[in-house]
């Protein structure tokens, strides 16, 4: 390949990079919109308040119709082949694990809407309540992890990474605490409503350990920078 040729063909995966690294930052920006939704569809079950609760889930549907349309994008844009193959590949397994963030928080908030939180004892919803915000701090700082990732801020971006891994271990501490809860419950709760009460804090969970999951991803990626520079 001649010196032009091989200019060229750097320049074109250069604007592939930035193309792709453009949708994940949408990507990111998604995460911590259903974040968000996931605590005010949560307030809004334990005071009662369906109509919020139900306007939270339609925000949430939609984020996620708009999270899968920019996740194929992403794919669609890396696969057009001019990124080297490691670095397509590290880019598509970003993807994938931003939108399972989305994914379990969307799964939360369907759970939530099918049983009366309100009628749980108020300490059960306090504590969800909590674990749930825990749960938004990690997507936010997830983002910014990633958006760190973005702009080539290697070292702030791992830093940001581990913040994510001590706050999933926040929630796991708080899963403990809420899961212990449906001990306490007495025969008067509907037992339907305490299996989907615990399927939503499973749920919940979930969202957090997927926001580790895509800061282990973001770890590769740095790594593999860090060799090149």
């Known amino acids: ?49 369906e109509e919020e609760l139900r306007a939270a889930y339609e925000r949430q549907k939609q984020k ?17 082949g001019e990124l080297p193959l490691a670095d397509r590949g590290d880019l598509m397994r970003l993807a994938r694990r931003i939108d399972l963030v989305t994914d379990w928080s969307h799964e939360a908030v369907r759970i939530l809407v099918l049983f009366k939180m309100w009628e749980m004892p108020s300490e059960v ?11 938004r701090e990690c997507a936010w700082t997830l983002r910014r992890c990633i958006e760190k990732l973005a702009d080539k801020s290697i070292d702030e971006s791992v830093n940001l990474a581990d913040q994510v891994e001590r706050i999933e271990e926040e929630v796991d501490d708080q899963y403990q605490q809420a899961r212990s809860l449906l001990l306490t419950l007495d025969r008067t709760t509907n037992v339907g409503a305490a299996i989907l009460l ?16 895509t800061c282990d991803q973001v770890r590769v990626i740095a790594v593999r920078t860090r060799q090149r520079a």
Do not use: P, Y
């Open 1 to 49: 390949m001649d010196a032009l040729s091989e200019k060229l063909l750097r320049w074109f995966e250069a604007r592939r990079e930035i193309a792709a690294v453009r949708l994940l930052r949408q990507h990111a920006i998604a995460t911590t919109d259903v974040a968000d939704d996931l605590v005010k569809a949560v307030d809004s079950a334990k005071e009662g308040k």
């Open 64 to 80: 996620e119709v708009e999270a899968d349309s920019l996740r194929r994008d992403i794919m669609q844009e890396l696969a057009k």
């Open 125 to 135: 919803g306090e504590s969800a309540s909590r674990m749930c915000r825990t749960v």
């Open 198 to 213: 615990g399927e939503f804090l499973d749920a919940v969970e979930n969202v957090a350990d997927r926001c580790e999951d």
